[in-house]
C-alpha cells in the first residue's frame, strides 16, 4: 500500500487560505481517484474533494468555487486549495488513494 503524508494545516482567520499537501511514498500514476475528506469533532469524515488520474473533480457543495483540487503525478502529491476559508471548515483533513489513509492535517479557521 501506498503511504501518505498530509501538511498545510494550521489556524487561518475567516477569509483566509491555505494550502494542503499529500505526498505519497511512491507515484501516482497508477492511482485513479484521489481524494481529500475531513472530520470535524463530533461529526463524521466526509468527502471534500476528488480528482481522477484524466484530472476530473469532483467537490461537496459547501465548498464548490472555494476549494480547488489537483495533482502532480510525477512529484506523486495531491493539493487541496483552499480560499475563504470559514469557521465550518474548521477539521481534521485526510488525504485517502485506494485503501490508504494519511495521518490528517488539522485546520483550525478562527478569529
Known amino acids: 500500500q501506498v503511504q501518505l503524508v498530509e501538511s498545510g494545516g494550521g489556524l487561518v482567520q475567516p477569509g483566509g487560505s491555505l494550502k494542503l499537501s499529500c505526498a505519497a511514498s511512491r507515484s501516482i500514476f497508477g492511482i485513479n481517484v484521489m481524494y481529500w475528506y475531513r472530520q470535524a469533532p463530533g461529526k463524521e469524515r466526509e468527502l471534500v474533494a476528488s480528482i481522477s488520474s484524466r484530472y476530473i473533480t469532483n467537490y461537496m457543495d459547501s465548498v464548490k468555487g472555494r476549494f480547488t483540487i489537483s495533482r502532480d503525478n510525477a512529484k506523486g502529491t495531491v493539493y487541496l486549495q483552499m480560499n475563504s476559508l470559514k469557521p465550518e471548515d474548521t477539521a481534521v483533513y485526510y488525504c485517502?488513494?485506494?485503501?490508504?489513509w494519511g495521518q490528517g492535517t488539522q485546520v483550525t479557521v478562527a478569529s
Open positions: 485517502r488513494a485506494d485503501a490508504s
